[in-house]
């Protein structure tokens, strides 16, 4: 298992568009490896490849349902609303309500280059979006309505 560094808020890589994977390689699967472990790790849903420096358009998710690799993803649908609360690994301890869309569809390559499709409702239609942003260059602290505030979570008490 290899742990990357997660780029925190002020890191100019965060702020760059990310350039599409034309092909698989070994060096890429171990990205894309090490982003899996990373965002395990660090107790996340998601992780795009510049919050590991790396300006590729490659994401990985899982609200609870697995892994999912998302290599050039797309939305190409999106209905509906939801309005809750929003993290993200490059702005730790902080979170904010976002509006997203409530439902969307994801045109994406898995790591064998074959197209897939992805519907999401709900965290993981929030997930979709959230990661897919990074690629573009953009934070969910662009989209909160009113202000972050601090999150705090309860250590596991171990008896
Ligand atoms: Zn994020």
Partial sequence: ????????EGDSVLTKKSRPVDK???RLQELI????????????VGLAAPQVGILRRIVVIDVGDGPIVLINPEIIE???EQTGEEGCLSVPGMAGTVTRP????????????????YEGEG??????CHEIDHLD???YTELVEGDLHK???EEDEEN
Avoid: C, Q, W
């Fill in 151 to 153: 999150v705090t979570y």
């Fill in 137 to 139: 260059g953009h934070m």
């Fill in 33 to 44: 490896d090490d982003m899996l472990d990373t965002m395990y790790e660090a107790m996340g």
């Fill in 78 to 80: 999106s209905a509906g």
């Fill in 102 to 117: 409530e439902f969307v569809r994801v045109k994406a390559m898995d790591e064998n280059m074959e197209e897939v499709i």
């Fill in 123 to 128: 965290l993981l239609a929030r997930a979709f």
């Fill in 24 to 26: 698989m390689t070994p």
């Fill in 1 to 8: 298992m290899a742990l990357r560094t997660i780029r925190v």
